[in-house]
């Protein structure tokens, strides 16, 4: 059975989230969007888990369902600890085989931090010590590193993370075998380094509003929907078929620079200047590409999966349109008529003909469709937390 699997994203009790992520709303946008099967995220929130007790329904082993959406067990923690005189700060993703093993670890974590605050608990662990606590009371729960290369909380971020996973995780490294690529890479570039060859590549949303999901998703083809075949798949990449990605230079950590002074690099440009920023002299945010170009020992990427980039229908719809955003009146109407018409947002993206689509389809949308499956884009690199601008052909 294929899937389309977006795993980390956020509820209603993590900080800056739309108070619209509740289940059901999650269930509803998660269909529209073509997605298969969807975490729950934040399993750790006491009043967030007693939602997923009392509305989730357990299909096969380690999947529920809800309104005929299929749901894993899933949530973030945020770290921060020191290593080597450095303060360290990683985001991991977290995907449990159950309710019942969410519980332990849960109660466990509540020793060591604030799980009532955030659905994102901010916890004084390093990653081995948090890894400790995780697999004593879940043996089988399967840690991905988060976004991989952003400047904070990451395990390769330019601000507090690492140049190998070794150095972070020890011989837990070992016991790891997915990363998430984040918003601003991709598979090309994770795989220009070589030691990252024996992890498997997964993207997600990190959605903090229904509208953001499936922007990334990890593609599986199963013979049966389980945890244990999740696991599997992801462990063996057999199973496993690749992903979809956001354009990673539509994402705000791609270059380096400051935001602040409207500075914005690529790598080679940052290195002529030291790093600082060249109107205020200030240290520059070094970007995801910087960090890459710095720890890749390939001048091409190995591929081991394919993988498709899209832009958010939305959005598409919102540029061709000359439209001030993507929650417009105009947008809406033309994003839900869509939808009406030719089915989900990533059939329409990625699969379905074009020439079947010109029914009251505005003008030049299909054109720019054509265009991202084409790769025919054009994007403005985002920076210091400013997202990447799109343009089409």
Partial sequence: MKLTADLHLHSRYSNATSSAMDLPTMASWARRKGIDLLGTADFTHPVWRKALHDQLREESEGIYTLNGMRFMITGELSLVWRHDGRGRRMH???????????????????????????????????????????????????????????????????????????????????????????????????????????????????????????????????????????????????????????????????????????????????????????????????????RVEKLADRAEPALDAPYRSLVPLAELIAHVLGSKGVNTKTVTTAYDSMLERYGTELDILLEHPIDDMAAETPDGVLEAITNMRTGNVEVTPGYDGEFGAIGFG
């Fill in 92 to 290: 991991l993703v977290l995907l449990v085989p159950n309710l019942d093993e969410a519980e332990r670890i849960s109660a466990e974590l509540g020793k060591r931090g604030n799980i009532n605050a955030d659905g994102r608990p901010i916890l004084g662990l390093s990653a081995i010590d948090c890894l400790d606590l995780v697999w004593e009371q879940s043996p089988d729960t399967i840690v991905i590193p988060a976004h991989v290369w952003t400047p904070w909380y990451s395990v390769f971020g330019s601000k507090s993370g690492f140049d190998a996973m070794k150095e972070c995780f020890g011989s837990y490294a070992d016991r790891i075998f997915a990363i998430e690529t984040g918003l601003s890479s991709d598979p090309p570039m994770n795989r220009r380094v070589s030691a990252l060859d024996r992890y498997t590549l997964v993207s997600n949303s990190d959605a903090h509003s229904p509208a953001k999901l499936a922007r990334e998703a990890t593609l599986l083809d199963l013979e049966d929907v389980s945890f244990a075949s999740i696991a599997e798949a992801l462990r063996t990449k057999q199973g496993y078929e690749g992903t979809l990605e956001f354009y990673p230079e539509e994402g705000k950590y791609h270059y380096d620079g400051h935001r602040k002074c409207g500075v914005s690099m690529h790598p080679t440009e940052s290195m002529k200047h030291g790093n600082r920023c060249p109107v205020c002299g200030k240290p520059m945010t070094l970007g995801v590409l910087h």
